[in-house]
Nanobody, 124 residues
Framework: QVQLVESGGGLAQAGGSLRLSCAAS????????MAWFRQAPGKMREFVAT????????YYADSVKGRFTISRDNAKNTVYLQMNSLKPEDTARYYC?????????????????WGQGTQVTVSS
C-alpha cells in the first residue's frame, strides 16, 4: 500500500518558520522526483517545490524561492520542506507527492501519488 504521510504543519506567525516532513512507503522511490504542492481555500492547487532523486537538483515556485528549501533523505524515504520567513499568503494545505519519473517536473500530471496533506496557517 502506497503511503505518503505529511507532518509538521500548524500555526505560525508571519516571519516564523515551520518544517514539513513526508514519510513515504509502499513503493520504490528510486529515480523519481518528489515535490510539494499546496492549496489555499478557494484557490487552485499549485506547485511549491520539487527535488530530483539524487537531491542535487531542485526547483521552486517564484513565490517561495529564497524562503523555502526542499530536501530528501533517501535512506529514510523522507522528504522535507523547510519554510522560513513565512507570510500569511503561505496559508494552505501542503501536499507531498511522488513523481512518475526522474527530473524536477512542476506539473501535477507528472506526479501520481499524493498524501493527505498537512495544514499550515500563518497569522499576520
Amino acid at each position: 500500500q502506497v503511503q505518503l504521510v505529511e507532518s509538521g504543519g500548524g500555526l505560525a506567525q508571519a516571519g516564523g518558520s515551520l518544517r514539513l516532513s513526508c514519510a513515504a512507503s509502499g513503493l520504490t522511490y528510486t529515480n523519481v522526483a518528489m515535490a510539494w504542492f499546496r492549496q489555499a481555500p478557494g484557490k487552485m492547487r499549485e506547485f511549491v517545490a520539487t527535488i530530483d532523486w539524487t537531491g542535487t537538483s531542485t526547483y521552486y515556485a517564484d513565490s517561495v524561492k529564497g524562503r523555502f528549501t526542499i530536501s530528501r533523505d533517501n535512506a529514510k524515504n523522507t522528504v522535507y520542506l523547510q519554510m522560513n520567513s513565512l507570510k500569511p499568503e503561505d496559508t494552505a494545505r501542503y501536499y507531498c507527492v511522488r513523481g512518475v519519473g526522474p527530473g524536477i517536473p512542476t506539473r501535477m500530471s507528472d506526479y501520481n501519488y499524493w498524501g493527505q496533506g498537512t495544514q499550515v496557517t500563518v497569522s499576520s
